[in-house]
């Protein structure tokens, strides 16, 4: 099952965020997914452990910085797959002295806003 973590009104926790950012292997993954790649293209590529990565991945993903998709196959095994989803975090402090983070993702795909758009309307029934 693929999570949604955009499906939440509130955004991502900005401490799921900054944690993300500051951990070297968060960073190392997002530097590898120049292309949406499977956890096993991740595991050839990057010098983390397997459990190490899918914690990883897990934080990226809650962090909404990376998006989690499937994979499908013709010989019927299915696989996750990751995708980078944001340009640029900007972190600001606002008029109050809070802290502000804010995501720049990239522009959506026709067939992603639709998924968007379906994720809503089940929320709503």
Known sequence: MVRDPL???DGPDIDV???ALYDEDCRTI???LTDPRT????LERCEIPRSTLYRK???LVEATLVQEGT???EEGSHANRYTPDFEEVIVSRNEAGAIEIE???PARRADERLAEMWSKVRKEL
């Not at 956890?39 to 991740?42: E, F, K, P, Q, V």
């Open 39 to 42: 956890a096993s293209t991740l």
């Open 17 to 19: 965020v900054l944690e």
């Open 71 to 73: 994979e499908i196959r």
């Open 30 to 32: 997002l530097s590898e």
């Open 57 to 59: 991945l897990d934080l």
């Open 103 to 105: 995501i720049e993702r």
């Open 7 to 9: 499906a939440k009104d």
